[in-house]
């Protein structure tokens, strides 16, 4: 049967970690999470919700569904893009992913 089940020998205490080495490590991934996923994802949001902020009448966008198009009015919450000629659609601002140098939906 012990081929199956180990047999439970004794340890000394020599071989037990610390508790300060445990409290260690979960310190250092905590920090390393932070520097590597949550750092960074607060900085792009807050680039994001400047850039909603600043939008305007005339700017060309790309929403997160792909759809490009031209602002033609912009609200408190929501945005009227026109896609095509007389085509519009109204989004919400916090759908717009990108603003566009003028002159892309004509090059496009």
Not at 51 to 59: H, I, N, P, Q, T
Not at 89 to 96: E, G, I, S
């Amino acid at each position: 049967m012990d081929f199956f089940i180990s047999s439970a020998w004794a340890q000394d205490a020599a071989g037990q970690q610390s508790p300060m080495s445990s409290v260690f490590f979960i310190v250092i991934l905590f920090v390393v999470f932070y520097f590597m996923l949550i750092r960074p994802q607060q900085k792009k949001a807050k680039q994001h919700k400047k850039m909603v902020e600043s939008l305007s009448s005339g700017d060309e966008v790309v929403t997160n569904g792909g759809i490009l198009g031209k602002l033609s009015d912009v609200g408190d919450q929501f945005v009227t893009i026109e896609i095509a000629d007389g085509t519009f659609v109204k989004l919400q601002r916090q759908a717009v992913a990108a603003v566009l140098p003028k002159g892309t939906i004509k090059s496009a």
